[in-house]
Structures are given as C-alpha cells and as structure tokens.
C-alpha cells in the first residue's frame, strides 16, 4: 500500500504522527469505450461551450453558478490560498460513545499508520479509545475538500472514516409505514423460526462477487481465443505531505488536562449566570 496523506491527530495539545492509506479497494474489472474495428480508445474532448474550442486540463479552473446564472470562477491560487487546504491536521473535536454512531454516515475507511521514530503515542491514544468505548470525532481537510471522520480502533490500527455530513443524509417518510398494521403472535413466530432457520456468523471472506467472476472468466477466454488487440496504459500516484514528531508526550498529557479543567472552570460562572437570569414577565 502506499500512503496518500501524511499528517498529525491532534487533541489538546497531545500530536500523533500518522500517514494515511485507503483501507478498502474496488475489486470491479475496469471497462472502457473502444472502437469495434480496431480497439481504439474513445475518449472525451474538454470543449468550451461559448467559443467550441478544445481547453488543455491546465487552463481548466473551478466556477460556482449562483440563482441568477452569475459564474464566480475559482482559480487553483485562490483554492490553495483558503486556510483548510494547508492543514495537515486531524483535529479532535470530541470523544463520543461508539454506539452513537449512525452506521448510516459512515463513508470511506482509513488506515492510519504511525510516522513517528516511536509509535508510544499512537499506542497510547489506540488503548485509551479502546478502555473508554470512546470514538474520536475528529474534521481534517483531504483533496480539497473539509471532512469530518470518526477515529476508531480495528484491531491493532486506528481506522479513520469519514462521515457524512447531517444534511447529507435523507430523512426516510414512507406514507406506507405510518399505516396502523397488525402481525399476529403466529405471524411473528413463523417470521423468527425462518429467521433462526439461515442464522449463522458472517464470515466475509465467504462471500463473492459473481458477476465479475464471469466477467473475469470471459474476458481470459477472449485472450487465449486472441481476440485482443495491443492497447496499453500506465497510471500513477504521489504521496502527499509530511507527518510531525512527538516532543514530550506525558508533559502535553498533562498540559492538555490543565487546560481543559482551566475552560471548563472559567465556563461555570457564566453558566450558572445563564441558568438563574429568567425571563421578565409581560405586565
């Protein structure tokens, strides 16, 4: 695997060196659009709608298109000057309950690997998720783009995985479901025995992709039939930034503590303030 972010969790003032990989990949054969005689590719033109002119992807920038059809253009300076895009942080904002979690926003895994000379931190934060049953939520910026994930424990390797952002998701109204409907005790019993009947522990590995196993099996038929032609293509990635190294990791422990206990001593007055301030009464 390789990395495609390098940075630092951060909470208080505790920094954990990571390097971040993909912690899934897509299995689906690559298709692509070929002419039938002769295999060659088919590929799309980047065309300029007002003067029909093919644009080199240098001269393509970012726009955004408001009600009245106005287009603000975006240009990559000014993408690379916003604050979030030279972040190379993942911040904690806070330590919730796992099960709070909605299995619903999650979104991408990550892999996180330590990049540091000792991995004692990244262990220390691996085992304090794990003793509390605590999921970090944490925002941190990846190809262009603010995300907010949740750091977990899987194994021995922490796992970030973004999640989607609440006016992302849907809210589910079926009329259907608002109907008043009965299920009789025989009903339900049946229902569970079915149940019980394909009940079984999930083993993943089980599990396999028919359709691109034929897929697969045809396209090896096709290439021992010699029905191909010479077509080749080469891709490539980059590693992004660099990671940061642990100073003292007990004095940031307890600097990041007295902090904390500092904010919440000072938020007090202010809150019992609130609470014993009423409403006056109209007269």
């Known amino acids: 695997m390789r990395?495609?972010?390098?940075?630092?969790?951060?909470?208080?003032?505790?920094?954990?060196?990571?390097?971040?990989?993909?912690a899934?990949?897509?299995?689906?054969?690559?298709?692509?659009?070929?002419?039938?005689?002769?295999?060659g590719r088919i590929r799309y033109q980047r065309v300029c709608e007002l003067d029909g002119k093919v644009v080199a992807y240098a001269d393509i920038d970012r726009a955004y298109v408001d009600e009245d059809g106005q287009t603000v253009v975006l240009t990559k300076k000014d993408l690379e000057a916003l604050p979030a895009e030279k972040s190379r942080e993942i911040d904690v904002v806070e330590f919730v309950p796992s099960d709070?979690?909605?299995?619903?926003?999650?979104?991408?895994?990550?892999?996180?690997?330590?990049?540091?000379?000792?991995?004692?931190?990244?262990?220390l934060l691996r085992k304090t998720l794990e003793q509390t049953d605590r999921t970090a939520i944490v925002r941190f910026t990846l190809r262009q783009k603010t995300r907010l994930a949740a750091l977990r424990v899987r194994g021995d390797v922490l796992v970030?995985?973004?999640?989607?952002?609440?006016?992302?998701v849907r809210e589910a109204s079926f009329p259907a479901l608002e109907e008043d409907v009965k299920i009789s005790k025989k009903e339900l019993e049946l229902s569970?025995?079915?149940?019980?009947?394909?009940?079984?522990?999930?083993?993943?590995?089980?599990?396999?992709?028919?359709?691109?196993?034929?897929?697969?099996?045809?396209?090896?038929?096709?290439?021992e039939a010699?029905?191909?032609?010479?077509?080749?293509?080469?891709?490539?990635?980059?590693?992004?930034?660099?990671?940061?190294e642990v100073i003292d990791l007990m004095e940031a422990l307890r600097a990041s503590v007295e902090k904390t206990k500092a904010a919440r001593k000072?938020?007090?007055?202010k809150a019992e303030g609130k609470k014993t301030g009423g409403k006056k009464r109209a007269g």
């Not at 691109?212 to 038929?221: G, P, S």
């Not at 000072?266 to 007055?269: K, S, Y």
């Open 266 to 269: 000072d938020a007090e007055p």
């Open 160 to 168: 970030l995985q973004t999640l989607l952002w609440a006016d992302e």
């Open 192 to 223: 569970s025995a079915l149940v019980d009947s394909y009940s079984g522990d999930f083993e993943p590995e089980e599990y396999v992709d028919e359709y691109q196993k034929e897929l697969r099996t045809l396209i090896e038929a096709k290439i």
């Open 100 to 123: 709070q979690i909605d299995l619903l926003t999650l979104d991408k895994p990550y892999y996180l690997e330590p990049d540091s000379k000792s991995p004692k931190a990244y262990v």
């Open 24 to 39: 899934t990949e897509d299995h689906d054969i690559s298709l692509h659009q070929v002419h039938d005689e002769d295999g």
């Open 226 to 244: 010699g029905e191909t032609f010479d077509v080749a293509e080469t891709f490539a990635e980059e590693d992004e930034g660099t990671g940061g």
């Open 3 to 22: 990395s495609i972010w390098k940075g630092a969790v951060t909470f208080g003032l505790v920094n954990v060196p990571v390097k971040v990989y993909s």
